[in-house]
């Protein structure tokens, strides 16, 4: 259950930030658009490190730790 982690006292600031995914899987996932690594962007996303036809790099969420490979419905 969640009420057991470790949770920063009042005051006590949190000093490394949570990783997007866990680091055995950001080694092994690849953009399924580009083949490319993805790396984070933020806290809530994930971008591949080439970009796409257009030049964009693709972004993906991820929610509760699970990156959103498929495409928008």
Do not use: K, N
């Amino acid at each position: 259950p969640h009420d057991r982690l470790p949770r920063p006292g009042a005051g006590e600031a949190v000093t490394e930030p949570l990783p997007v995914v866990a680091a055995g899987l950001a080694a092994v996932l690849r953009c399924p658009l580009t083949g490319g690594r993805l790396v984070p962007v933020d806290a809530d996303r994930l971008m591949s490190d080439r970009p796409f036809r257009d030049g964009v790099h693709p972004v993906y969420p991820v929610v509760a730790g699970i990156p959103c490979l498929a495409p928008a419905s």
